[in-house]
């Protein structure tokens, strides 16, 4: 069964997301996506139950969330991992309503 998170920039003090709440952006649009496709490019994608996608241009110039969905077994948590540490992130897992340790 397929699951559904959120990396996004969070310093830490929120135990919830609040309806209301909007993060800060990840970066500038250009080395958000070259992050993550450097590290996407890393893998092999035909091996990962993983579908990631950077916030569009049209909802924010610079991303503030990049949604991911898949399984979260341990190539697909290795690369989420890395991606939050590159991005100096969090990950959140919306199913659970809660942040997940990688």
Known sequence: MSSIGLIFRESG???TVPNDWIPEPLGVRSNVTEIVEGILRAVP????ALTVT???EDENADPRTISVSGVWQDDERSV????????DAKF????AADFIEL
Do not use: T
């Open 92 to 95: 959140y897992d919306a199913e």
């Open 13 to 15: 003090q929120l135990d």
């Open 54 to 56: 950077v916030e569009s």
């Open 80 to 87: 989420i991992r890395a991606l939050c540490l590159a991005l």
């Open 45 to 48: 994608l035909d091996s990962l």
